[in-house]
């Protein structure tokens, strides 16, 4: 917001006051008794070794965690995408957006800059091209978009695990906050800049007991002031809180809350020209309590969980409140899991089950699949299965196959939104070697009509998607052990698709060194990486009117620099290097030459 910042510092300093007989000074020390002197008046000084040595030996210890709610379980080689902490903060992404546009037949609309809207669209889907869970819990599209959620709403600082699902026509995307299993505190920080006062801060801290109590505090500001066009400041503020009690393994209790609040102006090219997208002022929070019991050991066993909680939305003269109870129950074996769940919304979906699993008979053959019903409001339904499938063969050649068929509702809180038939089906085949990666996926989606959209104004709507055929590649080569090019590749093959384009690429190079030579513990780590994103001539949707609007095709350069020296990392990144007057979107200019650095850092207390 232009001329006021809603981020503040808050400093809290604690101290102890110095004891000893300071009442003596005043005295003559000729009548004070030589033993009434005490020898040492004063505190010792502080022993910073001893401190560092006590941390590390707490890094040491376990300490029992609440379980990931939908834990992971067997699942087929080429379903799923996992990146752990340490690939997102190694990753070229200022946001989760970034991480799901490297997914080949995922299209990002990007408006601008970082802090603008940048819905990805995959496979031609719009709204429901993705859906994600925060924590194991469904996070709702609300607010003045019920249809669809903006990616860039979530922070990575916050976040310790990303999972994404792949399946014909739809990504699902699961992300976890951070969580340390270990006794010794633990902090970050994380601290940018860039053109025209960008700012990002962000900082945790995770404490342990052994007792099992725990506390959780995080936060992330972001401060994107108008970097290309007019009146296009954007700002969002981030606060988690956690506190909860696990004394064992077997069970505990825990409650979270999830706060942010966007802000963000009308897009406009110009001083006084038409408004490009619509503002966005509000604060979102989503809280809930969850407790859980197992039987088994970790990884192993039966599991139930219940859970109570809420979503609610307060801006934009739009207030809405969703709240939440449910219970699952899970049952683990190391060749196979099965999940079930039960939900139930005040709102849009009344009742969500569904039902999970996974199974690895013998080594290298892997089948997951999922059931769900969700009764909606409107006496809408949405009843679907999903089955995946992968085996590996000899010579590291995996293959891979998954289907999606039933009736589902993209967008539960859109009354007019009906449920529409699904017959998605993909196959894959990859062959990975240490110098030579190779995937390559044929997908084939239904018929569909999806919605767009909502804070594009000028692009509201998408045309009806009649049935497609696409083809997804990506590449890796490694001739050096310091050299890798990557490249990924998507097209629809046949049919015409409003939201993505044709031929859409992203190749990079990156150098990487760890500097072993000169530092065999491995603790620095540089990388260098150059990446080019092109595509062909499309549409990228329907005017107010019904007209095409036209996607010229493009190409973007953008560089980074990263430096890693044990948990502290300094990046540099530079976008549009061509200086390039295209854009994703119709009028949304990219910045030409817009450049981010900073450090991110982790440590023990």
Known sequence: MRGRSRFGWVVVLTGAALGGPFA???????SVAADTILTDSLRRGVDETQKLLDGEAQEL??????????????APALSRIILDRDSIDWHDAETLGDLLQAQPGVYLWRAGWTGQPEYPDYQGRGAASVRYFLDGVPWLPMGPDSAAVDPASFPLTLLQRIEIERWPGQLVVRLYTRRDDRLAPRSRIVVAAGDRKFARFGGGLERHYASGLSFSLGAEYLNAPTRSGENTNASDLAILLRGGYVPSARMGFEYQVLRTSPQRDTWQLVAGSDSLSHSLKGDRTDGYLRGFYRTGKEGDGAEFDVLAGSSHWSGDSVSQT????????SFRRPTWKLEGSALSWSRWTPLDT???GGWTPVTGLAVSGEAVHQAHDGGRE?????????????????LEGSVRAGREVGAPAVLTDPAQELKDWRVSAGWQRRVVGLEAAWVHTAEYRPLGFQPYIQVPTLAPV?????????????????????????????????????????ITATIRSKFLRQYRSGIFDLKL???????GKGIIGRDTTGAAVTLPGATFF?????????????????INLRNSLLSYVPGFQIPTGGQTFGVRWEFVN
């Open 24 to 30: 003596l000074a005043a005295q003559n020390p000729d």
């Open 61 to 74: 210890i376990r300490v029992p965690v609440m379980p990931a709610l939908g834990s992971d379980g067997p």
């Open 322 to 329: 969703a709240g939440l109870f449910g219970a699952t129950a």
């Open 354 to 356: 569904r039902v999970d």
């Open 382 to 398: 949405s009843n679907w299965i999903g089955l995946q499938a992968g085996i590996t063969l000899p010579q590291s050649l995996v």
């Open 466 to 506: 009649g049935a497609a055929d696409w083809l997804e590649v990506s590449a890796r080569v490694s001739p050096r052990q310091w050299l890798l090019l990557e490249a990924r590749y998507g097209d629809p093959e046949r049919g015409t698709v409003d939201g993505v384009p044709p031929t859409h690429s992203i």
């Open 529 to 535: 990486q150059l990446a080019m994103e092109a595509w």
């Open 558 to 574: 953008r560089g980074q620099f990263e430096l890693k020296i044990g948990s502290l990392i300094f990046y540099y990144t530079r």
